[in-house]
């Protein structure tokens, strides 16, 4: 009796492919599974009924949800055009620098290496109305003689979660921007110049065409990121006062995790998947577009 031979790729990529089943591909169906079924973490055997589509018809018609996700869409329509432009511009400043250049690309990373939960921590303590470096700033400078109560007033709160968003993650449009500065081939820049072109000129009709696709690839990473923000709000504000800063993710852990509904939360969170696939759609049709202007290909 012959033994079946496997191929040998198939047998190099299958402890990897039994890894990633076990941990995500095992959960990722459980949990579609159980968004349509009634299952309360404190009710096991609910995870055997079915409902049909009961949680997403339930999420779809819940005005609290479409709230949160209108202050998730308002948070990432901010930050992302917020770290853009800056990223921009300290791409531009870092890019004309000639000495220390290796020096400022690793310092503009090192938001990048703090853990969201050690950020959201950093500035809960920097808001605080108490103790906050901010207030004591503001109250030494003479520019506030009270206490702003940045984490507990609803526009303040969201704008101190914007805050925060910015400062950790402009530095990857930055790096992503820097990166395409690189790649600008030198030809039209030296023709621009023989021309007698202004530096705007420069910019707007060469430099920003060829790095448009960094920045559309830059806005679908982050725009992913922004979409299931949790960590940093949930730490700074606990979506609150009144759920004023709760967002998507934090609405889904709420759900799932305070209220126990895990079936209605993991539906609620497959909405929010396919919410973030239309918009990741929508940057990488951009860039093809942006690629296609240049000639690179669609």
Request: hydrophobic share 55%; proline share 5%.
């Amino acid at each position: 009796m012959s033994r079946l031979k496997l191929p040998q790729w198939f047998v190099l990529l299958l402890p990897a492919i039994i890894i990633l089943s076990a941990v995500v591909l095992i959960p990722l169906l459980l949990s579609l599974y159980s968004s349509f079924t009634p299952y309360r973490l404190t009710r096991p055997e609910t995870l055997y009924k079915r409902i049909g589509t009961f949680n997403y018809e339930k999420a779809i018609t819940n005005a609290n949800f479409w709230a949160a996700f209108g202050r998730t869409v308002l948070l990432l329509t901010i930050a992302l055009n917020v770290e853009m432009l800056l990223g921009l511009g300290l791409a531009l400043l870092v890019n004309r620098v000639t000495w220390g250049q290796r020096g400022l690309r690793t310092l503009m990373m090192f938001p990048m290496m703090f853990s969201p939960v050690l950020v959201g921590f950093q500035f809960k303590f920097i808001f605080n109305d108490n103790v906050g470096l901010v207030n004591n700033a503001l109250q030494s400078l003479g520019f506030s003689d009270v206490a702003i109560p940045w984490l507990v007033d609803a526009n303040l709160a969201m704008f101190s979660i914007i805050f925060a968003e910015v400062w950790t993650s402009t530095s990857v449009f930055a790096i992503l921007i820097l990166a395409g500065l690189f790649a600008i081939p030198r030809d039209p820049l030296e023709a621009a110049k023989v021309d007698g072109c202004t530096p705007w000129q420069t910019f707007r009709h060469i430099t920003l065409p060829y790095l448009m696709p960094f920045i559309y690839i830059a806005l679908a990473i982050r725009s992913l990121d922004v979409a299931r923000a949790y960590d940093i709000v949930q730490i700074m504000t606990n979506g609150g006062p009144a759920r004023r800063t709760e967002l998507i993710w934090t609405m889904i852990g709420r759900t799932g995790y305070v209220d126990a509904k895990m079936g209605y939360a993991n539906a609620m969170g497959y909405i929010s998947i396919f919410l973030a696939i239309f918009f990741t759609i929508y940057f990488f049709k951009k860039l093809n577009a942006a690629r296609t202007e240049l000639g690179m290909g669609g």
